[in-house]
T-cell receptor
């Protein structure tokens, strides 16, 4: 079974630009979550999508947005990039069996904002 | 304020030397506590989810336990391949809309 894939793996942008990151979950998983990881702030939750609906949202500005398509693939968009947006962006897909939730992370997209 | 802390920040163990990592949390409305391991340059690898105080989960040399205020990750007879950063996270809030990660514990197991 293929794992979670993220594209692109690496990206360099300049301040003020926008960026779109893509995540393909494991087949059959309907939940996709996005996270930002930086050395200073650690791992922070961005948002979660389930069946094309945003289910939860972390404490990030409106420049960060996302969506999920009918095939569960998800995209994350960051507009008006700032230097502080440089980070590893991780996506995870999950499934729930009974009360047990299991989550699988992708390798991440490393974004550098210059 | 909702908060998740982990201790120690870093831990060096000899191969075979068992120990425990701690994850303490102050949140309201805990839905679940998650443990992950993360190797350098890779995404986290899910280990366990714990939902209620007294619950325990085991996987190979790892055992996770949960109380009302904290969780422990016990590592029995660790091997060098157990070296990684171990992260815990909680999902909480009235609508379970908060996901908060701890800063992690960096574990090094020396042969």
């Amino acid at each position: 079974k293929a794992g979670v894939t993220q594209t692109p793996r690496y990206l360099i942008k300049t301040r003020g630009q926008q960026v779109t990151l893509s995540c393909s979950p494991i087949s059959g998983h309907r939940s996709v979550s996005w996270y930002q990881q930086t050395p200073g702030q650690g791992l922070q939750f961005l948002f979660e999508y389930f069946s094309e609906t945003q289910r939860n949202k972390g404490n990030f500005p409106g420049r960060f947005s996302g969506r999920q398509f009918s095939n569960s693939r998800s995209e994350m968009n960051v507009s008006t990039l700032e230097l502080g947006d440089s980070a590893l962006y991780l996506c995870a897909s999950s499934f729930t069996s009974g009360l047990q939730e299991t989550q699988y992370f992708g390798p991440g997209t490393r974004l550098l904002v210059l | 304020e909702d908060q998740v802390t982990q201790s120690p920040e870093a831990l060096r163990l000899q191969e075979g030397e068992s120990s425990s990592l701690n994850c303490s949390y102050t949140v309201s409305g805990l839905r679940g506590l998650f443990w992950y391991r993360q190797d350098p340059g890779k995404g986290p690898e899910f280990l366990f989810t714990l939902y209620s105080a007294g619950e325990e989960k085991e996987k190979e040399r790892l055992k996770a336990t949960l109380t009302k205020k904290e969780s422990f990750l016990h590592i029995t007879a660790p091997k060098p391949e157990d070296s990684a950063t171990y992260l815990c996270a909680v999902q909480a809030g009235p609508s379970y809309d908060k996901v908060i990660f701890g800063p992690g514990t960096s574990l090094s197991v020396i042969p």
